[in-house]
C-alpha cells in the first residue's frame, strides 16, 4: 500500500460503513444502486485527469513560480497554502454555479438525491480539469508541488466527511469549518439555498462574502429535472450536449432485468479493487513511462464502469461486457504478464464468479414493468 491508494481503500471502507449504519442501525432505506453510481461514476477517468491536473500545476511551478514564498519557514508556508488553497476553492465552487460551462461540469454531483458519504465522490470526468486555473496561482506565488498535493487531499478529507448523514452538529467548531450541517444546505432542491454554502473546508468564506445560509425545516436533496443517467460517460456529457442544444437519437429504455443491492455494490468494489491496483502501479501515470499494461487496464477500467452502468439500468449488453471484463483480467493480466501475486488471483476469482453467478441468474430478476 502506499499514499495514493490509503485514501481510495479509506473511503471505500466509510462509504459502505456509513451504508451499512443507515440500513441496519438506523432503517434507513438506502439506494444501493445509486451508492453504486455515486462511486462509479467516475473514479478513473477522473484519477486521470487528476493527474494532468498536478502536471500541470508542476509545470507551472517549475517555470512561472515567482518563488515568493522561498523565505518564509516551512510552517507559514503550510499555513499558508492551507488557506489560500481554500480560498481559491470557494471562489472555484461558486463560479461553477455562474458560469454555464462550469456548472455543466458540476451539475453532475448536485444530481445526487441522497445525501452520504458517496455523494462526495459522485463527480464529472472534467472536475479536476476546471480546477487548474484556480490554482494555478499558488503554483505562480511558489507553494511547492508535494505541499499542494498535501493541502489538496486534506481538504478533499474535509469535504468527503461534510457529506456524511451520520456526523452530529459540532457546537463551535460549526462557527469556523464547513461541516455536514452547512453543507447539507449547498445541495437542497431549491437553487436559493444550492447557491449559499460555497466553502470546502472554511465556512469564514461564505460569511465574509454573503453566500452563508442556514438549513431550512423542510428540504429534499437534488435539483429536480430529468433523472440522470447511470452511464458514467453519458452522466459526465449529457449536460455539455443540453448546454450546447446537440440533440441525439433518442430510444426508449428497455430494461430486461434488475439486479439486487448486494451483487451491484460487489461489482463496483471489486471494480475498485483493480482501480486501486492501477494507482498502486501506476499513480497518476504521467511519469513519462506509460507502458501497455498500463494502458491496457485503464482502458479495461473504463469499460467496467461501463459495464456496470448495464447492471443497474438492466442491460443485457452489460451482462455481457462485465462477463468479458471478468475473463479478461485473468487472461491479460495473470496468464499473459504474470501478475501472480495473491492480491491478483483473489480479484480476478472473486471477479469470475460474480459474472458468472449474474449470468446464471443469482441476484437478478426479469424485470416486471408496473
Known amino acids: 500500500m502506499n499514499d495514493l491508494t490509503f485514501p481510495i481503500i479509506f473511503m471505500l471502507i466509510m462509504v459502505t460503513l456509513e451504508g451499512l449504519y443507515l440500513e441496519f442501525k438506523r432503517h434507513i432505506v438506502v439506494d444501493w444502486h445509486d451508492i453504486s453510481f455515486n462511486l462509479n461514476s467516475g473514479h478513473i477517468m477522473l484519477w486521470l485527469f487528476r493527474g494532468l491536473e498536478i502536471f500541470c500545476y508542476g509545470w507551472i511551478a517549475h517555470h512561472f513560480s515567482l518563488n515568493l514564498l522561498k523565505n518564509w519557514h516551512p510552517a507559514w508556508v503550510w499555513v499558508f497554502a492551507i488557506i489560500a488553497w481554500d480560498f481559491g476553492f470557494y471562489w472555484l465552487h461558486r463560479l461553477h454555479h455562474k458560469i454555464p460551462v462550469l456548472w455543466a461540469?458540476?451539475?453532475?454531483?448536485?444530481?445526487?438525491?441522497?445525501?452520504?458519504?458517496?455523494?462526495?465522490?459522485?463527480?464529472?470526468?472534467?472536475?479536476?480539469?476546471?480546477?487548474?486555473?484556480?490554482?494555478?496561482?499558488?503554483?505562480?506565488?511558489?507553494?511547492?508541488?508535494?505541499?499542494?498535493?498535501?493541502?489538496?487531499?486534506?481538504?478533499?478529507?474535509?469535504?468527503?466527511?461534510?457529506?456524511?448523514?451520520?456526523?452530529?452538529?459540532?457546537?463551535?467548531?460549526?462557527?469556523?469549518?464547513?461541516?455536514?450541517?452547512?453543507?447539507?444546505?449547498?445541495?437542497?432542491?431549491?437553487?436559493?439555498?444550492?447557491?449559499?454554502?460555497?466553502?470546502?473546508?472554511?465556512?469564514?468564506?461564505?460569511?465574509?462574502?454573503?453566500?452563508?445560509?442556514?438549513?431550512?425545516?423542510?428540504?429534499?436533496?437534488g435539483i429536480g429535472g430529468p433523472a440522470s443517467s447511470n452511464n458514467p460517460v453519458t452522466a459526465s456529457n449529457a449536460p455539455f450536449l443540453a448546454l450546447f442544444n446537440i440533440q441525439l437519437p433518442q430510444s426508449t429504455p428497455i430494461r430486461r432485468f434488475t439486479v439486487n443491492n448486494f451483487l451491484i455494490t460487489s461489482a463496483t468494489l471489486l471494480l475498485f479493487g483493480w482501480v486501486i491496483s492501477y494507482v498502486y502501479f501506476y499513480g497518476y501515470g504521467y511519469d513519462g513511462n506509460t507502458s501497455l499494461p498500463q494502458v491496457v487496464l485503464f482502458l479495461l477500467l473504463v469499460i467496467g464502469t461501463v459495464a456496470i452502468a448495464g447492471l443497474t439500468d438492466g442491460k443485457r449488453w452489460g451482462l455481457a461486457l462485465w462477463m468479458i471484463l471478468a475473463i479478461s483480467f485473468p487472461l491479460i493480466f495473470v496468464l499473459l504478464w504474470q501478475w501472480t501475486s495473491l492480491v491478483f488471483l483473489l480479484l480476478s476469482i472473486a471477479l469470475l464468479v460474480h459474472a458468472s453467478a449474474l449470468s446464471l441468474g443469482y441476484g437478478r430478476n426479469p424485470y416486471a414493468c408496473a
Open 105 to 221: 461540469i458540476h451539475k453532475v454531483h448536485h444530481q445526487g438525491e441522497q445525501f452520504n458519504l458517496s455523494l462526495a465522490v459522485r463527480n464529472s470526468w472534467y472536475s479536476s480539469l476546471s480546477s487548474i486555473p484556480f490554482f494555478a496561482l499558488l503554483a505562480i506565488i511558489g507553494v511547492p508541488l508535494p505541499v499542494f498535493i498535501a493541502v489538496s487531499i486534506l481538504h478533499y478529507s474535509i469535504q468527503f466527511f461534510n457529506h456524511s448523514a451520520v456526523i452530529p452538529r459540532l457546537g463551535i467548531l460549526e462557527r469556523i469549518l464547513v461541516t455536514p450541517l452547512h453543507h447539507k444546505v449547498h445541495h437542497v432542491k431549491d437553487f436559493y439555498y444550492s447557491n449559499r454554502n460555497f466553502g470546502g473546508s472554511f465556512i469564514i468564506w461564505d460569511k465574509l462574502f454573503g453566500s452563508f445560509e442556514k438549513l431550512p425545516p423542510n428540504y429534499n436533496i
